[in-house]
């Protein structure tokens, strides 16, 4: 059964640097068609989408972060980290790792990790 | 601001029949499936239609999804109380390489 987890600091400084892993199991990421995804949820707001990493390692992020987000995988640890530069406050919110359903084109997150909150604050 | 864009919130009575709509463009909804998300309170979102009207298994048939040039809509028929939820629309956007998702609509059981 497919499940993800995201893990990490719930409490960053401004100009910190963010990093989020995602560890997943049920499947592999090396296998054709399979990607990982970071997403954000702002508190009150809407789903924000940061960027996915696919199973040849090609990585596609959302254009207003492209300069300080990066997202990495370990394939041997079923994981996939997040890395978010020069932390602000506005970037406070839920971190949720997600799968995209694989073997179709729809792009749709069919499993999602609980999400875990980061507060960046001073 | 979202690319898609959803009414803020929607209403129903027990057992009404209540839509939410999607707009987007060319680039998103107009050339690619739609996906539709419901998220509890305090709660990951889950999928509840992929590729525009396809529902996964374990949803009930009372969701049902549709999609029609530029727009999308979600249908919720016999409306419960446990229907009471945030839902988002998402779509891949081939100019920005991209998903993207509506802002949500919060839907409420009178």
């Known amino acids: 059964q497919v499940t993800l987890r995201e893990s990490g600091p719930t409490l960053v400084k401004p100009t910190q640097t963010l990093t989020l892993t995602c560890t997943f199991s049920?499947?592999?990421?090396?296998?054709?068609?399979?990607?990982v995804n970071w997403i954000r949820q702002s508190p009150g707001k809407a789903l924000e989408w940061l960027g996915l990493?696919?199973?040849?390692?090609?990585?596609k992020y959302t254009t207003s972060m492209k300069t300080r987000l990066t997202i990495s995988r370990d394939t041997s640890k079923n994981q996939v980290v997040l890395t978010l530069t020069n932390m602000d406050p506005v970037d406070t919110g839920t971190y949720y790792c997600?799968?995209?359903?694989?073997?179709?084109?729809?792009?749709?997150?069919?499993?999602w990790g609980l999400g875990t909150m980061v507060t960046v604050s001073s | 601001q979202s690319v898609l864009t959803q009414p803020p919130s929607a209403s129903g009575t027990p057992g009404q029949r209540v839509t939410i709509s999607c707009s987007g463009s060319?680039?998103?909804?107009?050339?690619?499936?739609v996906n539709w998300y419901q998220q509890f309170p305090g709660t990951a979102p889950k999928l509840l239609i992929y590729?525009?009207?396809q529902r996964p298994s374990g949803v009930p048939d009372r969701f049902s999804g549709s999609r029609s040039g530029t727009s999308a809509s979600l249908a919720l028929s016999g409306l419960r109380s446990e229907d009471e939820a945030d839902y988002y629309c998402g779509a891949w956007d081939d100019n920005l390489n991209g998903v993207i998702f509506g802002g949500g609509t919060k839907l409420t059981v009178l």
């Open positions: 590729s525009s009207n």
């Open positions: 060319s680039s998103n909804i107009g050339s690619n499936t």
């Open positions: 049920g499947f592999s990421l090396t296998t054709s068609g399979m990607t």
């Open positions: 997600a799968r995209i359903r694989p073997y179709d084109s729809s792009n749709a997150f069919d499993f």
């Open positions: 990493i696919d199973w040849d390692g090609d990585k």
